[in-house]
């Protein structure tokens, strides 16, 4: 009775114990600032890296993504801030006193070394004996499938191979946290798919914290267990790919991760948590708190989440011209244009049925689906540039 | 047809011209060489030295009776090897310097290195004499090796620097994030990958050494290497042991070149 008492409650506190350590923070930055000159590429960061993640640094090329990796690899020192592993401060560690590896985007495997030389290096720093070092070897090359390729050279090797040895060549290490920088760059697009999901399988399979640099938000997205935005410097948002995807924050946030309408809208009624929204080309409603009257917003609606209503409807939505139909294997896109000339996306699964080109129709969406963001703007449709509105309307008159 | 065969000449085959061309070539850069080495075989006593009156091994016997002169070669070897020997090690870590870090001045200093190469080799020699006078170091050994140490070392440098523009420092990155101190990673990594380019400096400042006259010839004091020798004998026309010594350093330099060529540096070619 009492054994299976202690039985259980040892089970239990495991599997809370395995919960926890989901959200164990390992790396915690503060404040992290760096500049180079009067050039500031990192601003303001704080960031808390959870132990055994898959976290992605996402933003476009040149917002400090690889300046930030290089900052925890110990390569760059930050201007200001702080920065710890485990509580324990990592700044003033050197790079080679850190248990933290790094995949480099060019590899920088040791030409003069070979593959099993390249790979022992680590662990032939740490002064481990010679017939320890390897099985350890052969263990890691088999975990990237190139197992007898020790004896050969970086040059004799494809770029997946060596990329595959790049990363054997970090995890051998056993480290707390493996940085990637833009790890499969170079690849051609089928051995990136391949590479990605094997990344993957081996983060689970070894539960090392991934530290993921992209700017490839498709590679984001199927990858992470978070994700964060970068833009120009700054910490756009930080979350899962789900709620990156869905919930953005931030107009660079939406039309950064993947396909969205963007709308510029007032305020023109505030409500428990849903608002009425005042755009140029007609009314429509969202979700949405801390929200003033008047004030600028942007609505971001994906594609596939915008709806076909007929001329005649009566809900609050928009009318619209349909331009064309773009078939893109099991989907369809459809472009349809506002009176004001913006162009709105529509995605379907093909089969559905569909409204002809140039005929008039009403788009809508539920509240839903449009997500509500501030505007940093004070002046209304800044979006809309060059206003075209084409012959349909013409013909519709 | 014939268009054809104008626009679209069989390049596998060598034109008549062009082989007589490289011949003559061929035959002016090595037809000198082949004078010495005959000359060192030629059994004739008496001046003129040059016509040629049967074979002997007489003049290598010779040499080795002449004190002077192999002691002049043992000079040549001393000083070009320990001239070499810091002018590599003061090259190297101007390379590795110059390539890592950028500092104000960087292009004056880069600039500034062409001078002693491009200046005429009396001037330097001069120049060379009148500091040594100036902190009255006594003209010897010390001021050769000193001075040829001066002309080799931006030598060095320029091997290294065309060498090294090609080192990612990426790879020492690689080597501290796998835990490698300084000093390791500069022993593992960094000195494996510029050996080559340390080694083709290396033969440089050697070759230059070796057979340096006008410098030597300011700096020497009372101490002579080969070639001051050879320039002093050679007033009374080319004597026929050095011939001999010639003929042999010959053979010894073509053996040094036959090694590179065949495979010594053979990672410099892969990389
Ligand atoms: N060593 C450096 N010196 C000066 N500027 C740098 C240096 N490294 C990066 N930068 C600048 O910092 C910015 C961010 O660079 P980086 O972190 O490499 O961006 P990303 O990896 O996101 O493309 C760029 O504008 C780049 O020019
Ligand atoms: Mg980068």
């Known amino acids: 009775m009492n054994d299976q008492h202690d039985f259980l409650f040892f089970k239990f506190s495991n599997v809370r114990r395995m919960i926890m350590s989901e959200k164990e923070v390992l790396v915690k930055l503060r404040g992290i600032n760096k500049q180079y000159g009067t050039n500031q590429v990192v601003k303001d960061l704080n960031l808390d890296i959870y132990k055994g993640e898959f976290l992605t640094l996402?933003?476009?090329?040149?917002?400090?993504?690889?300046?930030?990796?290089?900052?925890?690899?110990?390569?760059?020192?930050?201007?200001?801030?702080?920065?710890?592993?485990?509580?324990?401060?990592?700044?003033?560690?050197?790079?080679?006193?850190?248990n933290?590896?790094?995949?480099?985007?060019?590899?920088a495997l040791f030409p003069h070394m070979s593959i099993y030389d390249n790979i022992a290096f680590g662990l032939k720093m740490k002064n481990m004996k010679k017939a320890d070092i390897k099985p350890k070897v052969e263990e890691i090359l088999e975990l990237v499938q190139l197992t007898g390729f020790g004896g050969r050279f970086p040059h004799q090797l494809s770029g997946g191979q060596r990329q595959r040895i790049a990363i054997a060549r970090a995890l051998?290490?056993?480290?707390?946290v493996l940085l990637l920088d833009e790890p499969l760059g170079a690849l051609d697009l089928k051995l990136r798919k391949q590479m990605q999901v094997e990344l993957k399988r081996m983060q689970k399979k070894l539960g090392i914290t991934f530290v993921y640099v992209t700017h490839d938000q498709e590679e984001a997205l199927t990858m992470s267990d978070r994700i964060v935005v970068m833009n120009s410097g700054y910490l756009e948002q930080l979350g899962t790919p789900d709620e990156i995807y869905e919930k953005p924050r931030t107009k660079f946030v939406a039309?950064?991760?993947g396909e969205t309408n963007l709308f510029e809208a007032t305020i023109a009624q505030v409500d428990e948590d849903e608002v009425l929204l005042n755009f140029e080309t007609g009314c429509m409603r969202g979700l949405g708190k801390d929200f003033e009257l008047d004030e600028i917003v942007y609505a971001s609606v994906r594609p596939e989440k915008m709806n076909?209503?007929?001329?005649?409807?009566?809900?609050?939505?928009?009318?619209?011209?349909?331009?064309?139909?773009?078939?893109i294997g099991s989907i369809v896109k459809c472009i349809a244009m506002l009176p004001n000339g913006q162009e709105v996306k529509i995605q379907r699964l093909s089969g559905e049925p569909l409204p002809k080109p140039n005929e008039v129709i009403n788009l809508y969406w539920e509240p839903e689906d449009a997500t509500i963001m501030h505007s940093r703007e004070d002046t209304l449709f800044s979006l809309i540039e060059n206003v075209n509105l084409g012959g349909a309307y013409d013909d519709s008159k | 047809m014939i268009f054809m065969h104008n626009t679209r000449p069989d390049r596998t085959r060598p034109h008549l011209i062009g082989t007589l061309f490289a011949c003559s070539i061929y035959l002016f850069?090595?037809?000198?060489?082949?004078?010495?080495?005959?000359?060192?075989?030629?059994?004739?006593k008496t001046k003129p030295y040059a016509t040629f009156k049967g074979f002997t091994f007489e003049w290598y016997i010779k040499l080795f009776d002449n004190p002077?002169?192999?002691?002049?070669?043992?000079?040549?070897?001393?000083?070009?090897?320990?001239?070499?020997?810091?002018?590599v090690l003061i090259g190297t870590l101007a390379a590795v310097g110059m390539h890592r870090y950028k500092f104000k001045g960087k292009s004056a200093i880069d600039a500034l290195l062409y001078i002693p190469v491009v200046i005429p080799e009396i001037i330097l020699g001069i120049s060379l004499l009148s500091v040594f006078a100036w902190v009255s170091i006594p003209r010897g050994l010390i001021t050769l090796i000193l001075s040829h140490v001066a002309f080799s070392t931006p030598f060095v440098i320029f091997t290294l620097r065309a060498r090294l523009s090609g080192y990612d420092l990426t790879f020492e990155e690689a080597a501290m994030d796998l835990g490698a101190n300084r000093i390791k990673t500069f022993a593992y990594v960094t000195l494996p990958l510029i050996l080559p380019g340390i080694l083709s400096g290396g033969l440089l400042a050697f070759t230059l050494s070796i057979d340096d006259v006008i410098i030597s010839y300011f700096v020497n004091g009372t101490v002579k290497t080969f070639p001051l020798k050879v320039m002093e004998s050679i007033k009374s026309g080319v004597a026929p042991d050095v011939n001999a010594l010639s003929t042999l350093i010959l053979l010894g330099t073509t053996g040094i070149v036959l090694l590179t060529q065949s495979g010594l540096f053979k990672s410099e070619a892969k990389s």
């Open chain 1, 308 to 327: 076909f209503g007929s001329s005649n409807f009566y809900k609050p939505s928009m009318p619209a011209v349909v331009k064309e139909h773009i078939y």
């Open chain 1, 172 to 176: 051998v290490n056993n480290p707390q």
């Open chain 2, 29 to 44: 850069l090595f037809l000198p060489i082949f004078v010495v080495i005959l000359n060192s075989f030629n059994a004739n």
């Open chain 1, 255 to 257: 039309t950064f991760i």
């Open chain 1, 58 to 98: 996402l933003g476009p090329s040149g917002c400090g993504k690889t300046t930030t990796l290089r900052m925890i690899a110990g390569f760059e020192t930050p201007s200001s801030g702080e920065m710890t592993i485990n509580g324990e401060d990592l700044i003033n560690k050197e790079p080679f006193d850190r």
């Open chain 2, 68 to 87: 002077a002169l192999l002691s002049s070669f043992g000079n040549t070897l001393l000083v070009a090897f320990a001239s070499t020997v810091l002018s």
């Open chain 1, 100 to 107: 933290i590896n790094t995949v480099f985007q060019s590899y």
